[in-house]
């Protein structure tokens, strides 16, 4: 057994001897929305520069968790630190008391989304000086914890109170949840286990649920059971049993969450449905649940986004007002008042007309028709008596549908329509009235208030997955609301929009609005529509709208995120990936302490897997082997390449390899990589490997050599439909060579542009990555140029070697690069950055004042660092290799630049700088490597 897990079961067995079971007291929560279970920020405040949001998922989180308890909780986003860090702060209890005699407790769950936070717990006077009664600074991880400070016994009332949580210590963003604040000490939350359904689908209270609704609900945590009822009736579906299943008892012990009520439900009923938790024998328990209800969708809807157009309209009482629904209160009464109607001129066309568009052509129901209404209309008689409807699918065909009387008006403010005109069956667009008369008989002015027309939903619509989702499984249940009218669903499929459009890639005709769709390749666009068929009906087939999603871009072989420190339950990482300490050869995996996954190094996600290697004593292989408990099928789905990342460290030697299936892939690249510490990948097409691809049973990763010996990090093991390609190194031409500084002794610019550097302070020569490189010594020394011909938004390439004397330098310290005032967008410099969401102290980073990102970590070894920004995007390099891209706004940066030293602080360089060159382009990938010293082609990313 290795050592490191008989050091581990010692400590779990000490862990085990002296824990207990703890007991979570009864408390009084003191706050208002204290776990924001209502959607809302109700109780909630705060100030300075911060943002906060209710949200039911945690997103982008280095470690994805759930809410802690419900479904909501409050994300914060803090830009920028602050000068001091109460100078942002998120509050409660507003205006509250804290109460002469008592000690309180505030706790709160927080999870940051990266790396560590500090913030500051803070009962207080709530008015100037802001007195804490024992505030806290707690330092909050990547990992839900909760987190509390209690105040002393207080010897006087403190009124008003508050809570604030100061937030700007440093940027970053944070959840938090399940707030309480309580008389007492504190007392450890203990979430009991939930033993009674939750989260119905659909939601309760829920609105134009469709009429073949499947019911589902989250089971509760013992439950091997449910019991569905379901009816019409609350008090049947709430009061009914086992024992007494008053006609609702649908299903009884049922092992799926879901529930298909047969047939269809009628539109527009609601409906009321419980489920009951039933527990395993032999007790078999019944936890009864709470009674849910939804709303089934009307068989018709009221048409939107209606444009009216008329023969002619007074001022203020335009054709518009017909359907804007003005006039009109929640009891669907309309008003008197004339502005909130239609009326002609006086002196406008005869015979009147008023025409209404529709955004599409529809299957129509009916019409509801509230006449001209004004306070004196039974006198004026304004309103529409004969009248004449048409209608029209393009506008210009006009098919008569007959001749209506409309009733007339209350001339009261409580006047609910009183006609209705029935157009079930007609299709159009357009429906014009012409008023052949009016009420009055004699007047030359006629008028309605409104109008409503209801259409039949014949067309498929609402699809799932919704219309432009992205990164799809590959596997996909098409759903949709069918037509009114559908006998059968006409699907069109295809990764070719125009034969979806054109109506030539019919996938099935299906007699349900769902369909499931299976072997879909990677990173590929599918197109589809449905056709709503019913040959008896007229027209017999309504197209539908061409919608599309597309599928993840890859398959995660191996992203190393599910393993733990869990031996005897099989976790580890060592585990699954076996090394030198079962196959006999010179690898470890992981390390020999908790935790074994690498947690710091990583490419994506929160874990990374380290390999160390040592093939010496006799051995000249050392091998990770991972065996996959079911072979994996890799050439399904349009996969083409196997893609992983590796990142090396200084003084790396042996030659790196892979197998699949025992088949050996030897890495193409430069030898050296592996001694480079930046991610690189690694691409390998499936089609050259002399394997069964369809059966992939193992996956090696190997290094070789006798006495090769290091570590390396690998990550992010993927498959891909897309070729492997090379990013293959070119010299760049002169062709917009701003500046160059070969640092050979002076500070001559060697781009014949004359942009010469001045020293500044002690300025020396050392040894460089070629000939001589500038010395500076990390206290005064650095190198100015007032401009090199590129300022504001202009394109750019910077491009330098930077060898550092000690990895402790100071956050933001310029190593070389455009630099200016520290105002948003006024620098452009590769710097050794600080610790914010996206940069690490004691890395190098690419730095654009007020956003930044990592490149590499800062060692003692030299290292090849550059950006280009092409008007749009920037780019990041390290050792010749693509760390990143993103389009960045508000490049804006003065002409000056430096080397060692930002205009805006007083932070220098210590170290050695080589081989600067300022381009005003962008360089290209390959470029950029040659630069870097790359002679052979590397790998391209994915």
């Not at 207080?124 to 707690?138: F, I, K, N, R, S």
């Not at 069918?482 to 030539?504: K, L, N, P």
């Amino acid at each position: 057994m290795r050592s490191r897990a008989v050091w581990l079961m010692v400590v779990l067995l000490v862990g085990l001897v002296g824990s207990g079971a703890g007991h979570a007291q009864e408390i009084e929560n003191l706050l208002v929305n204290g776990n924001f279970e209502d959607g809302t920020e109700t109780g909630w405040g705060g100030y300075g520069g911060h943002t906060r949001s209710i949200v039911t998922e945690v997103v982008g989180a280095n470690i994805p968790e759930e809410v802690v308890e419900g479904s909501y909780c409050m994300h914060v986003v803090v830009p920028t630190a602050g000068a001091n860090f109460w100078d942002a702060g998120i509050q409660t209890f507003y205006s509250g008391v804290f109460e002469s005699g008592k000690q309180y407790t505030f706790s709160a769950w927080f999870k940051s989304k990266e790396g560590e936070l500090q913030l500051n717990l803070k009962p207080e006077l709530a008015v100037d000086p802001w007195t804490g009664y024992g505030a806290e600074m707690v330092t909050i991880t990547e990992e839900w914890t909760e987190y509390h400070v209690t105040t002393p016994v207080l010897t006087a009332a403190v009124n008003p109170a508050q809570i604030s949580i100061h937030v700007q210590n440093q940027p970053g963003e944070f959840w938090m949840d399940y707030v309480q604040f309580y008389v007492g000490e504190y007392v450890p939350t203990v979430f009991k286990p939930r033993t009674t359904a939750a989260d119905p689908s659909p939601a309760s209270g829920a609105v134009d649920v469709p009429h073949d609704v499947i019911l589902a609900w989250s089971p509760g945590v013992f439950a091997v059971g449910h019991d569905v009822y379901f009816g019409m009736v609350f008090d049947d579906v709430n009061d009914a049993s086992r024992a007494n299943p008053m006609g609702v008892l649908v299903s009884q012990g049922q092992t799926a969450a879901t529930f298909d009520p047969p047939g269809l439900l009628d539109f527009g009923q609601t409906y009321y449905w419980r489920v009951d938790e039933v527990n395993a024998a032999p007790d078999s328990t019944v936890f009864k649940g709470g009674v849910w209800s939804f709303t089934v969708e009307p068989f018709v809807y009221p048409v939107q986004n209606i444009i009216a157009t008329a023969s002619s309209g007074e001022a203020g009482a335009g054709p518009e007002n017909t359907i804007d629904g003005s006039g009109l209160n929640a009891a669907d009464q309309h008003s008197t008042a004339a502005t909130d109607m239609w009326l002609t001129d006086i002196s406008g066309e005869q015979p009147a007309w008023i025409q209404y568009e529709f955004p599409e052509v529809l299957n129509l129901h009916e019409m509801w028709v509230w006449n001209y209404n004004v306070q004196f209309e039974l006198v004026l008689g304004f309103g529409l008596k004969e009248v004449t409807i048409e209608y029209s699918v393009d506008g210009e065909e006009w098919t008569a549908l007959g001749d209506y009387e409309f009733a007339r008006a209350t001339a009261r403010a409580t006047y609910a329509p009183n006609t209705t005109v029935d157009l079930d069956g007609v299709v159009a667009k357009y429906v014009r009235l012409t008023a052949n008369s009016n009420w009055s008989g004699m007047m030359p002015q006629s008028g309605l208030s409104e109008v409503r027309f209801y259409y039949k939903p014949v067309v498929a619509r609402e699809p799932v997955p919704a219309d432009g989702r992205t990164a799809l499984d590959l596997a996909v249940a098409l759903d949709w609301r069918g037509g009114r009218e559908a006998a059968v669903h006409e699907i069109y499929f295809s990764d070719d929009e125009q034969a979806v459009i054109d109506g030539t890639a019919l996938l099935d005709t299906v007699a349900e609005s769902r369909y499931d769709v299976e072997g879909l390749s990677l990173g590929t666009t599918y197109y589809w529509k449905v056709n709503e068929v019913n040959e008896a009906a007229a027209p017999s087939v309504w197209e539908g709208p061409v919608w599309s999603f597309s599928t993840v871009e890859y398959v995660t072989v191996e992203d190393f995120e599910g393993y733990g420190d869990d031996i005897d339950g099989g976790t580890a990482i060592f585990q699954t990936w076996i090394d030198g300490w079962e196959n006999d050869t010179g690898s470890t995996v992981g390390h020999l302490d908790m935790p074994f996954a690498e947690r710091i190094i990583v490419r994506s996600g929160r874990q990374s897997m380290p390999l160390f290697y040592d093939n010496t004593n006799g051995l000249t292989i050392a091998e990770a082997v991972r065996t996959f408990d079911v072979p994996q099928d890799w050439s399904a789905n349009g996969v083409r390449t196997l893609s992983l990342y590796f990142r090396g460290a200084p003084g790396n030697t042996g030659q790196m390899y892979l197998k699949i299936n025992n088949i050996k892939v030897a890495y193409d690249g430069a030898v050296a990589d592996i001694a480079k510490p930046v991610w690189q990948p690694w691409n390998v097409d499936l089609s050259a490997v002399g394997t069964n691809l369809r059966s992939v049973s193992s996956l090696t990763i190997g290094i070789e050599g006798a006495g090769a010996a290091g570590v390396l990090y690998f990550d992010d093991i993927r498959l891909y439909p897309k070729a492997v390609e090379y990013v293959t190194p070119v010299e760049p031409d002169a062709a917009g060579l701003a500046a160059y500084y070969a640092f050979d002794g002076n500070l001559s610019d060697g781009s014949g542009n004359g942009y010469n550097g001045v020293a500044n302070g002690q300025v020396a020569y050392g040894t460089g990555v070629t000939g001589q490189a500038v010395q500076l010594n990390g206290t005064d020394a650095y190198v100015s140029v007032a401009g090199v011909g590129i300022a504001g938004a202009a394109p750019r390439t910077i491009s330098g070697w930077a060898k550092a004397d000690t990895t402790s330098i100071p956050a933001w310290t310029n190593v070389f690069g455009f630099t200016g005032a520290g105002v948003d967008g006024q620098h452009f410099d590769i710097q050794a950055v600080g610790d914010t969401g996206t940069t690490t102290l004691g890395y190098y980073g690419l730095h654009r004042h007020g956003w930044e990102q990592d490149i590499v970590p800062i060692d003692l070894e030299w290292h090849h660092l550059a950006a280009t920004f092409d008007g749009a995007t920037v780019s990041w390099y390290g050792d010749g290799r693509p760390i990143g891209s993103a389009e960045v706004g508000n490049v804006n940066t003065p002409g000056e630049v430096r080397i060692g030293k930002r205009q805006d602080n007083d932070n220098f360089f210590p170290g050695l700088v080589d081989e600067v060159r300022i381009y005003d382009r962008a360089l290209s990938d390959g470029e950029i490597a040659w630069l870097a010293g790359g002679r052979v082609p590397a790998h391209k990313p994915m």
